[in-house]
């Protein structure tokens, strides 16, 4: 059974940092294509950034780039997002999620939520002062 839990989401400061985590159970993600998406209140769910099985291609939307960073650590089965220089706006349950097959080698990752099959719970970041 395929499962994604996230978790590292809190309360931090503007400027702070957090890291979340995405570890999976039930398949290898070495060749699977995570990503990580956000959706604050009120507002319709945003791809962050996405990580692909090969290569470790990465991607950004352009108002994280520079400040959050995506990686995989295949041992733990698991996938980081790493949030610096937090702004309120970054406020929002952020979940990630995968495919339901293995992406084709050399594939490119897309944070677009219709790609994707499996997801989180999710995980509260808040940003606040």
């Known amino acids: 059974q395929v499962q994604l839990v996230e978790s590292g989401g809190g309360l931090v400061q503007p400027g702070g940092s957090l890291r979340l985590s995405c570890t999976a159970s039930g398949f290898t993600l070495d060749y699977y294509a995570i990503a990580w998406f956000r959706q604050a209140p009120g507002k319709e769910r945003e791809g962050v950034s996405c990580?692909?099985?090969?290569?470790?291609?990465?991607y950004y939307a352009d108002s994280v780039k520079g400040r959050f960073t995506i990686s995989r650590d295949n041992y733990k089965n698991t996938v980081y997002l790493q949030m610096n220089s937090l702004k309120p706006e970054n406020t929002a349950v952020y979940y990630c999620?995968?495919?339901?097959?293995?992406?084709?080698?050399?594939?490119?990752?897309?944070?677009?939520?219709?790609?994707?099959?499996?997801w989180g719970q999710g995980t509260q970041v808040t940003v606040s002062s």
């Open positions: 990580i692909s099985s090969s290569y470790d291609r990465t």
């Open positions: 999620a995968t495919q339901g097959a293995p992406a084709p080698y050399g594939t490119m990752c897309a944070a677009e939520g219709r790609l994707y099959d499996y």
